[in-house]
């Protein structure tokens, strides 16, 4: 295991979960269809990528969607802009 886990593990979900997206446009279409809503990774044994056993845990994995639809929705809406030109 890499010693700079904690540090890294993050950004390589990210990075990870962007190009997934990128890459499947069945899936893409999917996640962007939830619109504004919350999404939560529903797990009870991951506190840190999910909601955890409790409901409190942190949701890392649910907070990287939501920042993936984000980007998404932006890079749609730049591309019909630069289209109209």
Do not use: P, Q
């Amino acid at each position: 295991m890499r010693r700079d886990r904690d540090r890294v593990k993050d950004d390589v979900m990210r990075r990870a979960v962007a190009a997934k997206f990128a890459a499947h446009a069945d899936i893409r279409v999917i996640l962007l269809g939830t619109g504004d809503e919350e999404i939560v990774e529903d797990t009870d044994t991951g506190h840190y990528w999910g909601r955890g056993r409790s409901g409190a845990g942190r949701n890392m994995l649910g907070r990287i969607l939501i920042r993936t639809r984000t980007r998404l929705h932006s890079d749609a809406r730049i591309a019909a802009r630069s289209t109209t030109c």
